[in-house]
C-alpha cells in the first residue's frame, strides 16, 4: 500500500475570505484524505502560528490559536526559505491585498512553492511584475492561480483562459465589475422600478450603499474606478495585451472634482447631495433615449483599447436588467460570434470569495500531489 501523499499548506491573511477559506479547506481536507492537506503556518499582520519542524496546526482551531498566539509572523524572505526546505511540497494561499506579499510572488514561485490567491495586486503591478511571475512559475513547474482576483468565485479567469489556450480569439470583453456600482446604479436607475419605489438621488443611494457595507469605509475608493480597472487589467492581459498598468488607459471616476480632496470619507457625505445634478443629468439623457446608465469596463482586444467609465444600455440589455450587486461579464469571441458567452452572479462576499480560492487549490493539488 503506498504512504498517503502530503501538500503543506501555508496561508497568509485571516479575515473575512481567510476565515471562509479555513472552514472550506477543513471540509476539503475531510473529504479528500487520499491527499493529507498539512496547515504548516497561518500568519495575519501581527501574529503568527507555526513551528520549526512544520507541525500539523489543526485547521478547525486555527483561526482560534492565531487570537492567543504571541509568535510574530516570519518576514517574506525568511518565509520563503522557510517554505522551500519543507519536507513536501507547499502551497501558499495569498488571503490579503498586500502589495508587499504580492511582489514577493516570484521568489515563492522560484523556490517551488505553488499559490493561490484572491489578491488583485500581484497582478495589476507592473507588467514586469506580471512577467516575472508567470516565468518563476513555469522555469520552476510551480502553479499560481487567481480566480477570485476578479470577479469572486465567478468562472471568470478559468474561462478567459480556456477560451485562449483552446484557440478562441477573444475580440471583446465587457462587464459590471464592481458589486459596489452595481448595486449603486441598478438602485439609482433601475431598469424596471418596482411599483411606487421612486429612485434616490445620488448622494442618498451612496449614503444608503455605505449603510449597508456595500462600499469601502470611504466610498470614494469605490468610486475612483481603480478597483475596476485592477480587474480589467488582469482579462487584459489574460487576452493578451501587454497592459503596464491600471493607470495607463482611461477611468472615468465618479468622484465631482471639487470633492477629491475631501479630508475624509464622511466629508464626501456630507458635501455630495450638493452634486447630485451632475449625476441627474446622466440618468436623464439616458433616460431620454429609453435607456440606462451602467458603469462598465470593457477591452477591444482587436484594437487594444481599455477604457472604464459610464455608458448608456437599452433596457432589455443584460447589463440593463442586473439585480442587487451582482457582477456580469460579456465575452466576445470568434467561436461565440455576436452573441457573448456571459457570466453572471455575486462578485464579492466571503464564501464565494473564498471557493474561487478552494476550487484553485485542487486544481493545484491535482497537479503537484
Ligand atoms: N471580501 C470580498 O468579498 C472579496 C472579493 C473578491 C476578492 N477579495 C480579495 O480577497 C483578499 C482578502 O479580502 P478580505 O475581505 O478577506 O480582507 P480583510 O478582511 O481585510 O482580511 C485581510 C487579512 O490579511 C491580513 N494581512 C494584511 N496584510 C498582511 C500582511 N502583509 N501579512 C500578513 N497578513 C496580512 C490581515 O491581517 P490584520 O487583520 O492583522 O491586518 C487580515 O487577516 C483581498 O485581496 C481582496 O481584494 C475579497
Redesign the pocket.
Same mark, same amino acid.
Given at each position: 500500500m503506498s504512504a498517503q501523499k502530503q501538500v503543506f499548506i501555508a496561508i497568509?491573511?485571516?479575515?473575512?475570505?481567510?476565515?471562509c477559506f479555513l472552514g472550506q479547506l477543513a471540509a476539503l481536507a475531510a473529504r479528500r484524505p487520499a491527499v493529507r492537506l498539512s496547515l504548516c503556518y497561518i &500568519?495575519? %499582520?501581527?501574529?503568527a502560528v507555526y513551528s520549526p519542524d512544520y507541525a500539523e496546526i489543526n485547521i478547525a482551531g486555527a483561526t482560534a490559536a492565531l487570537a492567543a498566539s504571541e509568535t510574530k509572523?516570519l518576514a517574506l524572505p525568511a518565509l520563503v526559505d522557510y517554505l522551500a526546505v519543507a519536507p513536501s511540497k507547499v502551497v501558499l494561499v495569498?488571503? &490579503?491585498? %498586500?502589495q508587499?506579499?504580492a511582489d514577493a510572488y516570484p521568489q515563492f514561485l522560484s523556490r517551488g512553492i505553488s499559490i493561490v490567491?484572491?489578491?488583485?495586486?500581484a497582478f495589476t503591478g507592473s507588467f514586469k511584475l506580471w512577467q516575472d511571475i508567470f516565468n518563476s512559475a513555469a522555469a520552476s513547474g510551480a502553479k499560481v492561480y487567481h480566480e477570485?482576483?476578479c470577479g469572486?468565485g465567478l468562472p471568470l479567469i478559468s474561462t478567459v483562459n480556456d477560451l485562449v489556450d483552446t484557440g478562441d480569439e477573444i475580440t471583446k470583453i465587457e462587464g459590471i465589475f464592481s458589486?459596489t456600482l452595481s448595486f449603486l446604479f441598478n438602485s439609482f436607475a433601475p431598469a424596471n422600478p418596482a411599483p411606487g419605489v421612486a429612485a434616490g438621488k445620488w448622494s442618498a443611494e451612496v449614503t444608503t450603499a455605505k449603510e449597508l457595507g456595500y462600499t469601502e469605509p470611504d466610498p470614494r475608493d469605490d468610486l475612483n474606478g481603480m478597483d475596476v480597472a485592477r480587474k480589467l487589467t488582469i482579462l487584459a492581459r489574460l487576452s493578451g495585451i501587454p497592459v503596464e498598468s491600471p493607470t495607463s488607459f482611461p477611468v472615468e471616476s465618479l468622484i465631482p472634482a471639487e470633492l477629491e480632496s475631501a479630508s475624509s470619507g464622511d466629508e464626501y457625505l456630507e458635501k455630495l447631495p450638493q452634486y447630485d445634478d451632475q449625476m441627474e443629468k446622466v440618468k436623464a439623457a439616458a433616460e431620454k433615449e429609453g435607456k440606462v446608465v451602467r458603469y462598465v469596463g470593457s477591452v477591444d482586444v482587436t484594437t487594444k483599447t481599455l477604457k472604464v467609465g459610464l455608458q448608456t444600455f437599452d433596457k432589455s440589455h443584460p447589463f440593463a436588467a442586473l439585480k442587487g450587486s451582482d457582477n456580469i461579464f460579456s465575452l466576445y469571441t470568434k467561436r461565440y460570434g455576436s452573441n457573448p458567452l456571459i457570466i453572471q452572479g455575486a462578485?464579492?462576499?466571503?464564501e464565494?470569495?473564498a471557493m474561487?480560492v478552494t476550487g484553485d487549490l485542487i486544481k493545484v493539488l491535482n497537479q503537484i500531489a
Open positions: 497568509i491573511g485571516a479575515g473575512g475570505v481567510g476565515k &500568519t495575519t %499582520s501581527k501574529k509572523p495569498d488571503n &490579503t491585498s %498586500s508587499d506579499v490567491t484572491p489578491n488583485k495586486k477570485a482576483s469572486a458589486g462578485g464579492a462576499g466571503g464565494v470569495t474561487g
